[in-house]
């Protein structure tokens, strides 16, 4: 499918958006130098008949998201949650694709639902309302379970969604992969890889019994987060195509005007968004990816309530404490520290000068905390630490894209509600409590208690993986002494041994 006829798609998107009127906006936005801008005029002006119409309706750069389809949509999402990149007129056009997009008839929706569940809807539900909003993979209805009455929001993909993702990831693979022929250096960036991380993702999203689940293990790590809500989830009226969650009732998170109405405060509202991601993503590993305003809001206590889990972001401990350590050290100004993380960890090649990617790295940290903080950006921190190790052969980290993109989206949320927030004043006793309890001699303490946990379960087994080995060294006639299995089940005896004397130690602390 990845084949040449997808530049006719691509052809498409750039005439698109002439067409509608938003490329001279979106060139302006991001400020591009005019010869640029003139020359994508040029080239896709011609082409310019072969554009999406949409709904003239809509604002111009909305209007042709829409008609290209659900992955420009989703893309969209993302920048209206950064007024700062975009400007403030075009993130206010591209909310409305947070939730307000044309739905499709609620017959179909009851028809899906019949389907998935195996029971009509007034059976399941005993009010079932039309929807009541539209997203660009799915629309949500306001109903009530029979029996017990309780409110819920009954969340349906629209029809044919995964035919349409998958027309439109086939695009990016194609223009991905003649970014790596056409422009070699390139490469470096993996943009196969990064397309494919997105398909996994997006792929992911499509099955609401992963998005049901996976608010069901979010429920459970934040239970106990005061100030947090997530709705409970309903199994048994929940499939791959239909899920049912508790209903929630609050104002949507980028309606500021209304949450200053109703007597909360904004300012902190904005703090408590950025300490719950962070909290999230360094306690648990496991935070939610798509916090954009549109799945977020604040509830007439003052709470703030997630949902659309369809993006759940996961991180193991190792990069976990990777990623704490480099933002504390730019919070100290520590930046030979910043640097040795990225070396210890091999994001940076191991034959760099160290010392000049220290140098590099302050050159990244000491305008950003001379700024007002009105302008202090953990994202644009982010932008300018991505240039200095793409100079020092650093490759794209597949597993910290959705990381990276979602402290972007967060910092835009947090800034709708707070525009004088500090990133950095936030963040630092967040981080440096993490950096007390998992960095260090305690940590270590931890970790080799789990080591002896793990070498337990192997415990029964070590007589036979030595006796086996000895047997394959006696075959194989004068073995290199590093490689020889023999060698490497002393070594894990040794290990074996020095964990449990290390775990007897934890014991009598």
């Known amino acids: ?156 993909l629209r029809p044919g969604i995964e035919r349409a993702f998958r027309r439109d990831i086939d695009a990016f693979y194609f223009a991905a992969k003649m970014v790596e022929l056409l422009a070699p250096g390139a490469r470096r960036l993996r943009p196969m890889d990064v397309i494919a991380h997105f398909e996994g993702v997006v792929m992911g999203e499509l099955d609401l019994r992963l998005e049901t689940a996976g608010a069901a ?102 990069t976990r404490r990777v990623y704490a350590e480099i933002l504390f050290g730019f919070i100290r100004k520590d930046y030979r520290r910043v640097a040795e993380v990225h070396f210890e960890a091999g994001y940076v090649p191991a034959d760099r000068d160290i010392d000049e990617f220290a140098r590099a790295l302050r050159s990244v940290g000491e305008p950003i905390f001379g700024m007002d903080a009105s302008r202090i950006s953990m994202a644009r921190l982010l932008n300018y630490l991505f240039e200095v190790t793409e100079r020092f052969g650093m490759q794209t980290r597949t597993e910290l894209i959705l990381l990276q993109r979602t402290m972007v989206v967060v910092e835009g949320v947090a800034r709708t509600l707070n525009p004088h927030i500090n990133i950095w004043q936030v963040a630092q006793p967040l981080v440096e409590d993490y950096i007390k309890k998992n960095v260090g001699p305690k940590a270590l303490l931890k970790d080799l208690a789990q080591t002896v946990q793990v070498l337990s379960r192997f415990g029964p087994k070590l007589p036979q993986m030595v006796e086996t080995a000895l047997m394959r060294q006696a075959e194989t006639p004068e073995p290199a002494p590093l490689r020889s299995p023999l060698y490497a089940v002393v070594w894990f005896v040794l290990g074996a041994g020095a964990a449990a004397l290390a775990g007897a130690m934890i014991a009598g602390l």
């Open 217 to 318: 293990e979010f429920a459970a790590t934040t239970a106990n987060d005061p100030g947090f809500v997530v709705p409970e989830v309903h199994w048994f009226q929940s499939s791959r195509r239909v899920m049912t969650l508790g209903w929630v009732e609050g104002i949507p998170a980028g309606d500021v005007a209304a949450i200053r109405a109703q007597g909360h405060d904004c300012e902190a509202l904005g703090e408590q968004v950025l300490q719950l991601f962070l909290m999230h993503a360094l306690r648990d590993g496991y935070f939610h990816a798509d916090m954009h305003q549109g799945n977020l809001k604040i509830t007439a206590d003052g709470n703030i309530a997630a949902y659309d889990f369809g993006i759940m972001g996961r991180l193991d401990e190792y």
């Open 1 to 156: 499918m990845r084949g040449p006829h997808n530049i006719f798609r691509l052809i498409r998107t750039g005439a698109t958006l002439e067409r509608s009127g938003a490329m001279g906006a979106v060139l302006g936005a991001m400020e591009a130098p005019a010869s640029i801008r003139i020359v994508a005029r040029i080239l896709a002006w011609p082409f310019r008949w072969l554009g999406h119409k949409g709904d003239a309706s809509l604002p111009p750069l909305t209007r042709a998201l829409t008609a290209m389809g659900p992955a420009y949509i989703k893309f969209g999402q993302i920048l209206s949650t950064r007024p700062d990149v975009v400007g403030e007129d075009l993130a206010k056009q591209l909310r409305v694709l947070q939730d307000r997009l044309p739905p499709f008839p609620a017959a179909d929706a009851r028809r899906m639902i019949a389907k998935e569940l195996g029971l009509p809807v007034e059976t399941l539900f005993s009010e079932f309302s039309e929807p009541v909003a539209a997203a660009s993979i799915a629309q949500v209805h306001k109903a009530r379970l029979a029996g017990t009455g309780e409110e819920v929001a009954v969340k349906v």
